[in-house]
């Protein structure tokens, strides 16, 4: 599978931000889809992850209440919405997947990743 994030950009302390993750092939709704990020000089952190129904989603304690992560499976697409951006959000942000029902937050679960899109909020 192949996955194409995409959406990334400049935006302001308090803006907000919409990415996409198109995922190639007619198993889309077979993957469990998460989006980690990494700051420079940083490890890659998790984000957001999403099940394969989009019926269970989990977020990191630093963007809970300001990220929405949602799929829709129609379009092979995961989208992660960002809203009250600090500049603490800077980073390449990835989105990576993972056959099956269960869904995780350490990154050696996905073995699939896309290319991933840079953000920056300025302060």
């Known amino acids: 599978v192949q996955l194409q994030a995409s959406g990334g950009g400049l935006v302001q302390t308090g803006g907000s931000v919409g990415l996409s993750c198109v995922v190639s092939?007619?198993?889309?709704?077979?993957?469990?889809v998460a989006w980690f990020r990494q700051a420079p000089g940083k490890e890659r952190d998790f984000v957001a992850v999403i099940s394969r129904d989009g019926g269970n989603t989990l977020y990191a304690d630093s963007v809970k209440g300001r990220f929405t992560i949602s799929r829709d499976n129609a379009r092979n697409t995961v989208y992660l919405q960002m809203n009250s951006l600090k500049p603490e959000d800077t980073a390449v942000y990835y989105c990576?997947?993972?056959?099956?029902?269960?869904?995780?937050?350490?990154?050696?679960?996905?073995?699939?990743w896309g290319q991933g899109t840079l953000v920056t909020v300025s302060s």
């Open positions: 990576a997947a993972r056959v099956g029902y269960y869904y995780y937050t350490n990154m050696n679960e996905y073995d699939s």
């Open positions: 092939g007619r198993t889309f709704g077979s993957y469990a």
